[in-house]
């Protein structure tokens, strides 16, 4: 029998050669962990604006514009709704489980019908959506300086890489303050000039609504399902919410309304501000078509050039559109190369079972964003989108699935996340062969393998596999794949009276530092509690 600990385990001897450095830092902003009571000093408002400092990509505007360029505003419209209500909805219960149990997406992903190595894919799919877009976003701040400063393209690029890796290598402490003192300044520039169009343009809201784009004017549905794919790219952005919501303080009846209202805001919520910038970027390449035509008119640093121009001169135009392009480019992709730094950090330990740090992947990261940018991956950005979706759409709805079907209503699923290794199997057929099924039929409709019919609806054949694909799997398996034991061998609970994580502080006998309850496991080979991380890295086999 499992032996019970009920203080914390002495040190055995040092184990510690070389692992200060990544205990060190995976401490930092608690990288592969469950994030401490002892950490999260922030309040729900600080978290929540953090988290949504993130929105202020430019990305939305470009896909809202080419939305509306071919398929005509109304479809576009119709196309950013259909794809931000399916990102609300299957964001809530991740948003819920992670800002709860103070877990990122990976971990939760593992117990949530992956386990321990099947959810290295979606790490590896988070990590892609997170170069994606900053390669994206470093491609509207690059045309701005060639616009604003003359700066050529290839510079361009370059600088607007390294500009962010000094911010993103301090963690959460730097970047809570960057986004809360930031956010005011780009919430004005950019809804303020949108608002004084409308208003001294009262006739264009119609003519708007009335633009066709290259389709016939009608409304088609496959043609809003091809928006509503490009717009459904954008749902893995979840996982760089959680991010910041695992900081979120423990919820009690004192902080319950704003600890609710934090999480759906910055959870889920996240979308609405992002529906609403797809709207406004296709309303301002409407206004601008006319004049720069229609290939320039996606561009957010030309949206907004011809905005501000209705308001000032136009070299006043141009600099406050620069600066408006910049401020946005390192808000969010600050977080991209964070939670990408996160995603390839996960992915790599678990394989190798060697934890580099994080700020090894935060270069590797940046570095394959800067060769797609080199590469002018914003000419083919509807091709990329649409075709990535379909992975992005397969991961989240089996995650979101198996929370709300197979752990509240099945109850094949336990209900308290588990990520530790030992206490998961290796994988868990539930969620992988779900997302398999899913992801492998959207894409091959995608590319038309399935009927041209079905080549404008992946995204949807991708939401409804995932979601009859998972609890017929966990039916299937009789939900046996989850956990491969209960008892970690500590006596006192991993979660209190309430559900919260539990507190108590045990010392890790591999890398000696102090850990919370939630993250330690007892190790025979160790004669000892060690931590999560080292029960990955350091522990040859958990039995």
């Known amino acids: 029998m499992t032996t019970q600990y009920e203080v914390n385990s002495p040190p055995t001897g040092s184990n510690n050669s070389g692992h200060s450095h990544s205990a060190n830092e995976t401490l930092e902003d608690y990288t592969l962990r469950y994030a401490p009571r002892s950490f999260r000093r922030w309040s729900p408002a600080v978290v929540s604006i953090t988290a949504l400092g993130g929105i202020a990509y430019l990305a939305d505007f470009s896909i809202g514009a080419t939305m509306g360029l071919s398929h005509g505003t109304i479809n576009a419209l119709l196309g950013i709704l259909v794809a931000a209500v399916v990102i609300f909805v299957t964001g809530m219960p991740i948003a819920f489980y992670c800002a709860r149990y103070n877990i990122d997406l990976d971990l939760l992903t593992r117990g949530a019908g992956f386990g321990f190595y099947g959810s290295v894919l979606t790490s590896i799919i988070f990590a892609t959506f997170t170069f994606i877009f900053f390669a994206l976003e470093g491609s509207i701040m690059a045309q701005g300086l060639l616009l604003g400063l003359h700066i050529p393209l290839w510079l361009g690029y370059l600088i607007s890489t390294v500009i962010v890796i000094p911010l993103v290598m301090y963690g959460m402490k730097v970047l809570s303050t960057l986004q809360v003192w930031t956010s005011p300044i780009w919430l004005i520039m950019m809804i303020g000039p949108v608002l004084y169009l409308l208003g001294t343009h009262p006739g264009f809201f119609s003519e708007w609504l009335s633009y066709s784009g290259q389709s016939d004017g009608g409304v088609h549905l496959s043609d809003i399902m091809l928006g509503a794919g490009v717009a459904l790219s954008l749902m893995a952005q979840i996982g760089e919410q959680v991010d910041y919501l695992r900081f979120m303080p423990t919820r009690t009846p004192?902080?319950?309304?704003?600890?609710?209202?934090?999480?759906?805001?910055?959870?889920?919520?996240?979308?609405?501000?992002?529906?609403?910038?797809?709207?406004?970027?296709?309303?301002?390449?409407?206004?601008?078509?006319?004049?720069?035509?229609?290939?320039?008119?996606?561009?957010?640093?030309?949206?907004?050039?011809?905005d501000f121009s209705l308001m000032m001169p136009s070299w006043a135009a141009l600099t406050l559109a620069v600066i408006l392009v910049v401020i946005s480019q390192i808000k969010i992709n600050v977080t991209n190369a964070y939670s990408g730094s996160l995603a390839w950090t996960n992915a790599f330990t678990r394989v190798t079972k060697h934890y580099p740090g994080r700020l090894v992947f935060l270069f590797v990261n940046v570095a394959i964003a800067l060769a797609l940018m080199e590469g002018n991956m914003f000419s083919v950005?509807?091709?990329?989108?649409?075709?990535?979706?379909?992975?992005?759409?397969?991961?989240?709805?089996?995650?979101?699935?198996?929370?709300?079907?197979?752990?509240?209503?099945?109850?094949?699923?336990?209900?308290?996340?588990?990520?530790?290794?030992?206490?998961?199997?290796?994988?868990?057929?539930?969620?992988?062969?779900?997302?398999?099924?899913?992801?492998?039929?959207?894409?091959?409709?995608?590319?038309?393998?399935?009927?041209?019919?079905?080549?404008?609806?992946?995204?949807?054949?991708?939401?409804?596999?995932?979601?009859?694909?998972?609890?017929?799997?966990?039916?299937?398996?009789?939900?046996?794949?989850?956990?491969?034991?209960?008892?970690?061998?500590?006596?006192?609970?991993?979660?209190?009276?309430?559900?919260?994580?539990?507190?108590?502080?045990?010392?890790?006998?591999?890398?000696?530092?102090?850990?919370?309850?939630?993250?330690?496991?007892?190790?025979?080979?160790?004669?000892?509690?060690?931590?999560?991380?080292?029960?990955?890295?350091?522990?040859?086999?958990?039995?």
């Open 254 to 306: 004192e902080n319950s309304k704003s600890w609710w209202l934090s999480v759906i805001a910055a959870g889920p919520g996240w979308v609405i501000l992002g529906a609403l910038k797809q709207a406004i970027g296709c309303l301002l390449a409407v206004y601008v078509v006319g004049r720069i035509g229609s290939t320039a008119a996606s561009e957010p640093i030309q949206q907004f050039m011809g």
């Open 381 to 543: 950005l509807d091709n990329i989108l649409g075709f990535y979706s379909n992975c992005a759409v397969a991961w989240v709805v089996t995650v979101a699935t198996d929370i709300v079907i197979n752990k509240y209503l099945l109850k094949l699923s336990p209900k308290l996340p588990e990520y530790r290794r030992g206490m998961l199997y290796n994988v868990n057929p539930v969620g992988t062969v779900a997302f398999i099924l899913s992801a492998g039929l959207s894409i091959l409709a995608y590319f038309g393998a399935l009927g041209s019919l079905l080549s404008s609806y992946s995204p949807l054949v991708a939401i409804v596999v995932a979601f009859v694909a998972t609890p017929v799997m966990a039916v299937i398996t009789g939900g046996k794949f989850y956990l491969k034991k209960t008892d970690d061998g500590i006596k006192a609970p991993r979660f209190d009276e309430s559900g919260a994580p539990a507190a108590g502080d045990y010392h890790c006998v591999s890398c000696e530092q102090t850990y919370e309850r939630p993250d330690v496991i007892y190790s025979r080979e160790f004669n000892g509690v060690v931590c999560s991380l080292c029960a990955t890295t350091k522990v040859k086999e958990m039995s």
